[in-house]
């Protein structure tokens, strides 16, 4: 089993490797977003919706869609054809926690760019979404191929729940300020770092 300084090793390790992809990401967001044109026929709500939704479709094929074709080659392949035969090589480990993985942010990065897109205003920042759209299917191959190397290495696609969660804090500061102003805004924003420092107090 391993012993306190064993894990504390690889969390360094994995703090190091999500420092590094952060700092790619960013780039490479931001290297997209001058690079796309603008998209055009986005003036109503409903349009940018239906961007929001090509990108949550291309997403999900290339991310979630992938993980379960990878698990069930897997099965049809080797003793794990019975899932309930206890049968469970590492590789198929692995590839059922980046499943589980994608699965939950996926559903706070579609959220994030529905909102998101609802609130941008012009062909411009529109190059917003297919921008992070690309950017978060990449950290969540590197999620995954990191996973395989070592469970530190997994912080290499650190950045996708990033995303996600900057997203979802926009949109949410931008309903805070419909309903109240600057001041909804930063209630909203408070609120939420309240909770992450209830929770990094109750696990340190």
Known sequence: MPSKADWRVQRRSGMAAIAIAMV???VLWFALYRVLPPLTGVGSVGAKLL????CTAVATLFCLVAGIEAIAHERLQSNAFDPLAGHQTKRLAVNQRYLQNTLEQLVVFAVGLFGLAAYLDSG???????ATTAVWTLN???FWIGYHRS???RGLGAPSMAIGLVMLIYVVARIGEDLAGTAGAAIAILAFLAIEAMLFWKTR
Do not use: F, H
């Open 24 to 26: 790619v990401s960013l």
């Open 51 to 54: 961007i929001a939704l090509k």
């Open 151 to 153: 469970a530190a290495m």
């Open 140 to 142: 969540r191959y590197a």
């Open 124 to 130: 411009e920042t529109m190059r917003a979404l297919p």
